[in-house]
């Protein structure tokens, strides 16, 4: 692959116009959106007028006037869009550990009960498992959880996962998209497996709302949760997202049980009543100004809609994600053989939106690496190993603002630090807070 074979690439992309939405600092090749997605242009405006003339004017009408009140349900109907739910079943609110652990306290509320209506009782289901590579944030919410409610968290490697579904797996909750690899599960068949043995699935979506095709109610999971600020371009500490299948809508526990998750909160009743649905997932009052942001990132996501010949944003997304990390790979091997190995899968079934790297030869370098290339305006990030997992220089691929020029740029400028030793500076060897 040449730079005139990326150029040619470019000008057949029918999605190429989609970055007009967003404004992207000069000189910067922008390859972490999947940690924070970049600035859409509305997103200033919007906010001006919001703070403005609905809070500065309308004041507390706007909470009725201005459409305040159901921006939980209205956007969460835009990320239904995205990850194969229907409207109704998403609202944005909370973060996405705070909506992991309403999730996961409403399966294991599940299995309980289930628990205790069974005559014979089923006392052995007391695992919740996961991978041991799974963020931390999620295993952490889980390990308290876990304490709180009598049950216990098996951690295993991705390879021993079917293996380790048995009759004593309460909850199977998973990160769809490896946020360290890039790997990615095949939801609907470890659904499929999870449920054979009686288990109720807990999906994040992270890393794959907006940047891979999801299917929830296809693949007929129970909970899912996301992010709003990565690949959904929502803004530092965007609001989250939370599904629940319809056949648990009734049911689900919310343990957090405040006024917004209320079936009348305006009637300021002593007891708690939830609301129908996935809307007693609220809990308290809304950032709204922050709502707004992430509705102007959703809306450029769905913007792809209009370019997708009728197959939807996420299809034709997903295609050009899938041509931008072939080439990074290819373009990666070919002009640093050797320097590298692929921690990402090849196998396109199997990968994220994202590639991520580990020197060959194990030595140190991989942060000082990143740091080199953010020096040069070419921003991934880093992600430290452990005894299982090498070192990690990761790249995030958004099609909405990427093009495969700025993928050989960004190839260019790997080649030039490595081959110029330019990450042994001192100044790229110093860590940073967040890298
Ligand atoms: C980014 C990410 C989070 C972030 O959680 P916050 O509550 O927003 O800090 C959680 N889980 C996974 C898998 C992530 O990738």
Redesign the pocket.
Known sequence: MTLDDCRRLDAQDTLAPLRNQFILPEGVIYLDGNSLGVLPKAVPERIAAVIAQEWGEGLIRSWNSAGWFDLPQRLGDKVARLIGASPGEVVCTD???INLYKVLFAALSQVLQAREAATGGNDKRRVVLSERSN?P??LYIAESLCRERGFSLRLVDVSELSTALTDEVAVLML?HVN?RTGAMHDMEAVTTAAHAVGALTVW?L??SAGAVPVALNDSNADYAIG?GY?YLNGGPGAP?FVWVHARHASQFQQPLSGWWGHAAPFEFTPHYRPAAGVARYLCGTQPIIALVALECGLDTVLAADSFSGGLGSMAVLRRKSLALTDAFIALVEARCPGRFSLITPRDHLLRGSQVCLALSDGGPGAYAIVQALIARGVIGDFRAGDSQMPDILRFGFTPLYLGFEDVWNAVEHIVQVVEREEWKRPEFNQKLAVT
């Open positions: 973060s996405t550990s963020f944030t999620d990160t946020y994040d992270a890393h992010c990565k989250a």
